[in-house]
């Protein structure tokens, strides 16, 4: 059981590249989510998905798109980059089930676009 | 929308010193408020969730509580070690598919 695995670890891109960030988690939740990490900003929500086939948008949309093809699977992409989100990204994926309801946070990617 | 925000953004006190964590959020209607550690370069670890219809929460020598109708919660952290050295997030939670809100944590320096 991995739990909430996210590749890759680290990525440097340049304007105007293109890249897409895997999640995947092995415990079945139907939620998944994607936040972005900035110095002195906290967590934002981006993206996230209520089960496969759906998406929808968090607080910081603009730029980026996903897909969830799979249950197990959360793809978060940048079709242009731009050095506003170099940032360190966190997917999450959460089975609500009342007193052990907890969102998993995977380890991280660190993306940086110059 | 939701506000969630940490006093204070940063804390250094000695070794063996009791601690408070506090957090405010604007909307009380929440589903539930997780604390988590981050430590410098790392992910996120849970350490304490609270569901709505609680009032606190123990872990070793973590306590939450949780006060939904004036928008509080604390963290208490007692007999503190450097180990504790860490930032720490609140978190609340919507209902349904609700992402979390964070605030932006306490940057906790705890010294030998």
């Known amino acids: 059981n991995a739990g909430v695995t996210q590749t890759p670890k680290f990525r440097v891109l340049k304007t105007g590249q293109s890249m897409t960030l895997l999640c995947a988690q092995d415990m079945n939740h139907e939620y998944m989510y994607w936040y972005r990490q900035d110095p002195g900003m906290g967590l934002r929500l981006i993206h996230y998905?209520?089960?496969?086939?759906?998406?929808a948008k968090g607080e910081v949309p603009d730029g980026y798109n996903v897909s969830r093809l799979k249950k197990q699977n959360f793809l978060l992409g940048l079709e242009s980059a731009a050095p506003s989100q170099t940032s360190v990204y966190f997917c999450a994926s959460y089975l609500q089930s009342g007193s052990t309801d907890t969102q998993y946070f995977g380890p991280g990617t660190r993306l940086t676009v110059l | 929308k939701q506000e969630v925000t940490q006093i204070p953004a940063a804390l250094s006190v000695p070794e063996g010193e009791n601690l408070v964590l506090n957090c405010s959020f604007t909307?009380?209607?929440?589903?539930?408020l997780q604390w988590f550690r981050q430590d410098p370069g790392k992910g996120l670890t849970s350490l304490l969730l609270i569901q709505s219809s609680q009032r606190e929460q123990t872990s070793g020598r973590l306590n939450a509580s949780l006060d939904k109708s004036s928008g509080r919660s604390t963290l208490y952290i007692a007999a503190s070690q450097p180990g504790d050295s860490a930032t720490y997030l609140c978190?609340?939670?919507?209902?349904?598919?609700?992402?979390?809100?964070f605030g932006k944590g306490t940057h906790l320096i705890i010294q030998p």
């Open positions: 909307d009380s209607a929440i589903y539930n």
């Open positions: 978190a609340v939670k919507g209902g349904g598919a609700d992402g979390l809100t």
């Open positions: 998905s209520v089960g496969e086939g759906t998406t």
